[in-house]
Nanobody, 114 residues
Framework: QVQLVESGGGLVQAGGSLRLSCAASRSIFSINTMGWYRQNPGKQRELVAV???????NYADSMKGRFTISRDNAKNTVYLQMNSLKPDDTGVYYC????????WGQGTQVTVSS
């Protein structure tokens, strides 16, 4: 099992930046897949970005070129650097890990004002 705790959300103006952090309760070295999802009220949770243990990444099309996912195995932390934020990026961002089962954090709110 692993517990995930997100931080770094907040209110930012369009065009601004935020960096989200996801701290895991144990080593993430052996966790193959970690990532970020976003959800808005009444909508399904959607993929933002994932990173694999080998360092390869995958992004939703609307995030490519603006968001960067990274992982620091020594700190048991995954990051999401978000630049050039748009109002459509508003939502609750959830950290995700898959190791034999799926695990989710409690989410952190990101609000981008126009």
């Amino acid at each position: 099992q692993v517990q995930l705790v997100e931080s770094g959300g907040g209110l930012v103006q369009a065009g601004g930046s935020l960096r989200l952090s996801c701290a895991a309760s144990r080593s993430i070295f052996s966790i193959n897949t970690m990532g970020w999802y976003r959800q808005n009220p009444g909508k399904q949770r959607e993929l933002v970005a994932v990173i694999f243990s080998g360092g390869s990444t995958n992004y939703a099309d609307s995030m490519k070129g603006r968001f960067t996912i990274s992982r620091d195995n020594a700190k048991n932390t995954v990051y999401l650097q978000m630049n050039s934020l748009k109002p459509d990026d508003t939502g609750v961002y959830y950290c995700y890990a898959f190791t034999r089962a799926a695990y989710w954090g409690q989410g952190t709110q990101v609000t981008v004002s126009s």
